[in-house]
């Protein structure tokens, strides 16, 4: 199965024990939404699972623009695949803009660097994944038809990958339908190279 498969299959387990947990505890009180950190947890999550056996390093430290310090959210690799991972929680139509900015960032001389930080010199298959969450089914179908929807629309830079959602909860309330994980997902070919 091809890592796309892999990756929803093991994004929808995760998603279900995330949407577990919340009927044993609400994080949030009032409007404010999960932190970025517990959303990305579950991507990572089903990220090392669909790797399996995976490694997984976190807040990876790399050099950005004019050498400022900078970091990647994930780097998650086996003997054979490495993805590089950005999560953003999306509750306004910028923070789309803000991950089309890390793509952006990836494609850079970062990507070497992840590349030659791999000291076992082996080849992998190398992907980018970016994840977000949303609310309404709404946004999630604008992610992953590339259709817009309100004010939101799939930054031009995704519209290649593979974008897809998964449902974290069905929406009961009459401010949401629901609550979604989205990711696009693509071959990188500058660490590939």
């Known amino acids: 199965m091809d890592l796309e498969g892999r990756f929803r299959r093991a994004l929808k387990a995760t998603a279900n024990k995330f949407a577990r947990a919340l009927t044993s505890f609400e994080p949030t009180f009032g409007v404010s ?9 579950y991507y990572i999550q089903a990220l090392a699972k669909a790797l399996a056996p995976a490694s997984v390093l976190l ?19 086996n003997d054979c695949e490495v993805v590089v991972a950005e999560f953003k929680r999306a509750w306004t139509p910028s923070h789309w803009e803000d991950l089309a900015r890390d793509l952006a960032r990836l494609q850079s001389p970062v990507a070497r660097e992840i590349r ?28 992953k038809s590339g259709s817009p929807a309100k004010r939101w629309n799939t930054p031009p830079s995704f519209l290649a990958a593979h974008r897809d959602y998964v449902r974290v909860y ?14 696009a997902l693509s071959p990188f070919d500058e660490m590939a190279a």
């Open 116 to 143: 030659e930080g791999f000291t076992d010199k082996r080849r992998r298959r190398s992907y980018v994944l970016l994840g977000a969450d949303c609310w309404y089914r709404e946004t999630a179908n604008a992610w």
């Open 59 to 77: 807040e990876l430290p790399v050099t950005g623009k004019r050498g400022r310090n900078n970091h990647i959210d994930a780097l998650v690799f």
């Open 33 to 41: 939404t999960y932190p970025e950190r517990m959303v990305s947890y």
């Open 170 to 183: 069905q929406g009961k309330g009459e401010d949401y339908d629901g609550y979604y994980f989205t990711w």
